[in-house]
C-alpha cells in the first residue's frame, strides 16, 4: 500500500494506563522491533534477552502481558509460563508465546503444547498479529481494538495527533523506526539467517526500496537515508556487523 490511509479512527490507548508488556526473546533485535511497534499500538513495553532476566522481572515487577520466545535460554519457558499464570500474584493476564520458526512455508500447524500460555505467533507474522491478540488477551476498553490491522495505519493515527512543533523534528526518525520494525518482523527467517549486515540488506531489498518510498511520502527529502540508518542499527541488535573488506 502506497497511499496515506485517510480518516483511520485513532487505536491509542484512550484509558489512564497504558498495559504493561515484557517482551522476551534471545535476539535483542526482535525484542527492540517489537517494541517499537507494540508502543505505537498503547503498550508500555520492556524487554529481556534471557530467561533469568525474565524471571527476576517478573518477581519483580508486576506486568499485565507477557510475550515469550520459546527458545529462550536461562530458565525454560515453561516454567516462565507456569510463574507468570499461577506463581504470582496478581497473575500476568496474557501470555503469549513466540514460535521459534524461521520458514513461513513449512510450519502451518498449531504447536501442540502451549506451556500454560494463552496463544502463540509465529516470528515472522509478529508485526501483524500480535499487538491484536495481546488486546483481545487482556479485554481491551478501548473504542475499538486494532485487532490486525497493519501497524502502517497507526503510525499514521500516531503522526496526524502529534503534529505540535516540538515533535515534529523527530518525525522523520521515528517514522523510519516504525517502518524498519515492521519489514524486519514480517521477514524475520531472512533477517536470522543473514551471517552480515548487507547480506540481510540484500535479503530484504525490495521491502527497504519499498519503505524508503513511503518514508519520502511521509517527510519529504528531510529525512533522506534514515530508513538505512534505522536498519543498520536494528541489525546491530541481531549481533550483525557489517563485512570486513579486505
Aim: glycine share 8%; charged share 25%.
Amino acid at each position: 500500500m502506497n497511499t496515506k490511509p485517510h480518516s483511520e479512527p485513532s487505536v491509542l490507548l484512550t484509558r489512564q494506563r497504558r498495559p504493561r508488556v515484557l517482551v522476551a526473546h534471545e535476539r535483542s533485535g526482535i525484542g527492540e522491533a517489537v517494541r517499537r511497534v507494540l508502543t505505537i499500538y498503547g503498550f508500555d513495553v520492556a524487554c529481556a534477552t534471557d530467561g533469568d532476566e525474565v524471571e527476576q522481572l517478573l518477581r519483580g515487577e508486576t506486568f499485565d502481558g507477557l510475550v515469550l520466545d520459546v527458545a529462550m535460554p536461562g530458565t525454560p519457558s515453561y516454567e516462565l509460563c507456569a510463574l507468570a499464570k499461577t506463581g504470582l500474584t496478581p497473575p500476568v493476564t496474557a501470555v503469549v508465546l513466540v514460535a521459534t520458526v524461521f520458514r513461513r512455508s513449512s510450519y502451518k500447524r498449531r504447536p501442540s503444547r502451549l506451556y500454560g500460555a494463552d496463544d502463540y505467533v509465529e516470528i515472522y507474522r509478529l508485526g501483524e498479529q500480535l499487538p491484536g491478540k495481546l488486546w483481545r488477551l487482556l479485554g481491551s476498553d478501548l473504542l475499538g481494538p486494532p485487532g490486525e490491522a497493519q501497524s502502517e495505519a497507526v503510525m499514521w493515527s500516531m503522526l496526524e495527533d502529534d503534529v505540535s512543533e516540538d515533535a515534529a523534528p523527530a518525525a522523520p526518525e521515528r517514522i523510519a523506526d516504525l517502518l524498519v520494525a515492521d519489514l524486519v518482523l514480517s521477514n524475520a527467517d531472512r533477517v536470522l539467517n543473514a551471517n552480515s549486515i548487507e547480506q540481510a540488506r540484500l535479503g530484504l531489498e525490495g521491502d527497504l526500496r519499498e519503505a524508503q518510498m513511503r518514508h519520502a511520502q511521509a517527510v519529504g527529502d528531510q529525512g533522506s537515508g534514515a530508513v538505512d540508518l534505522a536498519f543498520t542499527r536494528l541489525m546491530a541488535g541481531f549481533g550483525l556487523a557489517s563485512q570486513e573488506r579486505g
